[in-house]
């Protein structure tokens, strides 16, 4: 099978990243932070280190696990939220749009989502323009998961700082396959999952912070600590992490960026599949390709000319052996400026482990499929 849905997930995982999973799965899972015994100890180690190597990673203060991006943009969204008004982006992804949308219908909040110029790339100052005095967060998704349009994250940045508004990122489709550090970022909250860019495993999520930014609790339960009080505790990371946390998934997260950093020659080979992949795409008759400009070269979506998106990918699965994502790509106000809402689009996400053979493949098939 071809699989062109790492933007979704990535099924391939490198050999170290599997042998730590399964390694932390049989002697290491116990429950960290929760008792005195020798096994909670190693698996609170564990975790430990792999606060550790996010931070490194990612250039960040403290990093707070939960199940997956979503669950953090959850944390961040609600656990930031107050009466005023949020600015964010039409390229966001229902996990940032839908706890917004949640909060307005609370009556909590207004939000402006910006939309990029004729070039399909956010302008940072239109992100100004829709600063107001009472705009407390600019919600930014780093890479969109539809078009891969890249965000000037660090231009934001530096609106966030003149104007003292918090600064969230969605690092879910940038962690991975670019240097990503908040530093030079200038954002107070990051969150991704390993289990994309990284080839980590499903079932973990990280929440990055830098500085001492708010955050209230969203979730509530036990978290090892003050179990005296009935109150959540509110110290990070531990006050934001309730429950049992996947102490095999933080030992494979180890695993993941300690590959990453040994093989950033990959990040180059992907470039220049993903331009491959585009440029053969873009050739062919009938095919409509979005985002031209600033875009991660690893996705391609597109449309066939009179042809629905998931009758594509329906051809693709069953006679090409091909797994592509169609449909709408969680992101509704993205399909609704590229005005694909009604056929929704077809996305092909590559990753390190996919080859310039799989691309040609992919490209013939697009052509016959497009005849
Ligand atoms: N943000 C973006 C831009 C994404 O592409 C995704 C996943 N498609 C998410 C957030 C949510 O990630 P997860 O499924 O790991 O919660």
């Known amino acids: 099978m071809i699989y ?12 170290c990243v599997i042998k730590a999973n399964d390694y932390a799965t049989r002697k290491l899972s116990a429950n960290s932070g929760r008792g005195s015994h020798s096994a909670s100890v190693k698996a609170a180690a564990v975790i430990y280190e792999a606060r550790k190597a996010v931070r490194d990673y990612v250039g960040c203060d403290e990093v707070i696990f939960g199940f997956n991006c979503t669950d953090m943009l959850n944390t961040v969204i609600f656990g930031t939220a107050r009466r005023g008004h949020v600015v964010t982006t039409v390229y966001e992804h229902n996990s940032i749009l839908r706890p917004l949308q949640e909060l307005k219908n609370r009556g909590l909040i207004t939000f402006t989502a910006v939309e990029p110029d004729r070039h399909g790339v ?4 239109d992100i100004e323009r829709a600063v107001r ?3 407390y967060l600019l919600a930014i998704n780093h890479v969109s998961n539809v078009t891969g349009a890249v965000a000037p994250v660090a231009q934001i940045g530096a609106i ?3 104007y003292g508004i918090l600064y969230l990122v969605d690092g879910a489709q940038s962690v991975g396959y670019m240097d990503v550090n908040m530093r030079e970022i200038g954002c107070d909250y990051l969150c991704f999952s390993p289990h994309k860019g990284l080839h980590g495993t499903q079932g973990i999520g990280c929440l990055c912070v830098k500085g001492n930014p708010p955050l209230n609790a969203f979730k509530f339960g036990g978290t090892g600590t003050a179990s005296n ?6 110290d990070i990371p531990e006050g934001f992490e309730c429950g049992t946390l996947p102490v095999a998934g933080a030992f494979a997260l180890i695993a993941a960026i300690n590959y990453r950093k040994k093989n950033a020659h990959e990040v180059r080979n992907l470039a220049y599949l993903g331009e491959l992949m585009r440029s053969e795409l873009s050739k062919i008759t009938g095919v409509r390709l979005y985002g031209k400009y600033n875009v991660m070269p690893n996705i391609a979506c597109f449309n066939i000319d009179g042809m629905d998106a998931a009758v594509v990918g329906d051809i693709l699965n069953e006679q090409y052996d091909t797994a592509v994502r169609c449909g709408l790509h969680c992101a509704p106000l993205c399909h609704r400026y590229l005005g694909t809402l009604d056929t929704g689009a077809v996305r092909a996400s590559l990753s390190y482990h996919n080859t310039e053979r799989e691309v040609e493949f992919f490209v013939k098939a697009i052509a016959e499929i497009a005849k």
């Open 4 to 15: 062109f849905d790492n933007a979704a997930t990535t099924l391939f995982k490198p050999e």
């Open 122 to 125: 956010i302008d940072p100052r």
């Open 133 to 135: 005095s009472d705009t």
């Open 160 to 162: 966030a700082r003149r």
């Open 229 to 234: 009080s009935l109150e959540q505790p509110t």
